[in-house]
């Protein structure tokens, strides 16, 4: 990795601590990534952008502030990047799926908090990520009652903008979230002096369209008999797909999928024939949180779709390009993002009927259902996912952790016992 500690230290982050994340960054890339077998060559971009993660992209959003630009943090599927683009700025997801943060989120928050949230809070007041010192904004979301509670605190150390997700789907509701979005538009709008027009969020809808769509090949390819990509690197990607430049990161995934082509016509699969197939659903994995895909193809299965934020929720649905003016436009995106399932709204049985459709379309032997610990949305709605797939013969194993590494032994055992059943 090329050295960018001046731009760290400008950025005012703690350089001593956020080495420490660095130096073990290597050795986890290597365990979890490039000692698989057979990857596809053009996993060389995702790979470049992972080893350089504190570093190439950050390095883009200093530029582009000095500049002048605005750059606005997000947490959440729902939050539309559109409009953020659409008004100039750039939108960049905050990870938070390491436990490295966790401890110095625990300063904050009560221990029994789920890991995520507390990792959103390490992250930002221990100094150790860019991407948190870089955003001029945070846009939150009203999802669940500790990332509500969570913002209030960040709101204490940086500029943060709520959006009141509503948690049910009548259509009163789909109006109320278009209404959010045009404050969010205004308040893009104020922070980068430019004015959301129909011609640039036309353009900003098509660009982001064109990233779910090459989202959606990717996955599409995963179907296959010959699975010729692993869910491991499908993971990386999906989660590359929150902080990447837009176009660039749709021209690499589609460069990407032309070499899978080629794989499928070849034959030529990252796995032996006969390799289970499971579809993970669950709370979303943020980056670097690959635990449960590498326990789960370190066992002897193959991860073939996400049913999370992580995956399917984040690309499925495009939005309706046929809005003239911007207020159409924007109730043009409030019905995709309100399309999504999150365990936050009630009902949410849209999720169910998704993991069973996936289930089917790509063809699992079973399901795995990973719920963040404290995470009780999740967590109680797992429940009732299990006796649906029950009900419709679909094995499931449901499954609760953590960041840390102290449940790996045990949950490998457990996986390798149910892929070996199924
Ligand atoms: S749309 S899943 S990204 S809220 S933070 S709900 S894991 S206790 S992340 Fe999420 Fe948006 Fe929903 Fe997707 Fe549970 Fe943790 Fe809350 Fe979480």
Redesign the pocket.
């Known amino acids: 990795m090329a050295d960018y500690h001046q731009m760290w230290k400008d950025l005012g982050m703690d350089v001593d601590n956020h080495d420490v994340l660095c130096n073990v960054l290597p050795g986890a890339i290597g365990d979890v990534f490039l000692s698989q077998e057979n990857r596809p060559e053009k996993m060389d971009y995702f790979d470049f952008v992972l080893a350089e993660v504190h570093g190439v992209r950050p390095a883009e959003l200093v530029d582009f502030r000095e500049k002048g630009g605005k750059v606005f943090g997000t ?4 939050v539309p990047d559109e409009v953020i683009f659409a008004a100039g700025g750039i939108a960049t997801g905050l990870c938070a799926g390491s436990q490295f943060w966790v401890p110095g989120g625990e300063k904050y928050l009560p221990a029994n ?5 507390k990792a959103m809070l390490g992250a930002r007041f221990d100094r150790t990520c860019p991407f948190y010192r870089l955003a001029d904004v945070y846009i939150g ?1 009203t ?2 009652d ?2 509500k509670k969570a913002y209030e605190i960040l709101g204490t150390d940086v500029p943060m903008h709520v959006m009141d997700l509503p948690q049910m789907k009548r259509d009163k509701d789909v109006k109320k979230w278009a209404e959010e979005i045009r404050e969010l538009k205004a308040l893009v709008e104020k922070e980068t002096g430019n004015e959301v027009t129909p011609e640039n969020l036309a353009e900003n809808i098509k660009k982001i369209n064109a990233k779910r769509s090459a989202l959606k090949r990717l996955y599409d390819l995963r179907k296959e008999k010959n699975i010729p990509i692993s869910g491991t690197d499908t993971l990386l990607i999906s989660q590359i797909a929150y902080y990447d430049d837009p176009e660039r990161f749709t021209q690499m995934v589609n460069t990407l999928c032309d070499e899978l082509d080629q794989r499928v016509k070849d034959g030529v699969s990252v796995f032996p024939a006969g390799t289970k197939r499971i579809l993970v659903t669950g ?2 994995m943020a980056i670097p949180n690959w635990k449960m895909h590498n326990l789960i193809e370190t066992s002897g299965a193959a991860v073939v779709c996400e049913e ?2 992580t995956g399917t ?1 984040y690309f499925e649905n495009n939005v309706d390009e046929s809005g003239k003016t911007v207020d159409e436009m924007i109730d043009k995106i409030a019905e995709r993002y309100m399309g ?1 399932n ?3 709204f009630t009902p949410n049985t849209g999720r169910f009927d998704d993991v069973v459709r996936l289930a089917k379309e790509y063809d699992v032997d079973g399901v795995i259902d990973v ?2 610990k ?5 967590d109680i709605e797992g429940a009732t996912l299990e006796k649906r797939l029950q009900e419709e013969n679909i094995p499931v194993l449901r499954i609760e952790t953590d960041y840390t590494d102290a449940d790996a032994q045990q949950l490998k055992t457990r996986i390798e016992a149910f892929c070996e059943v199924i």
């Open positions: 947490f959440c599927a729902y908090t789920c890991p995520l949230i979301e999802t669940c500790g990332k709370t979303p999370t934020c929720r999504i999150c365990a936050c719920t963040l404290f995470c009780q949305t999740y």
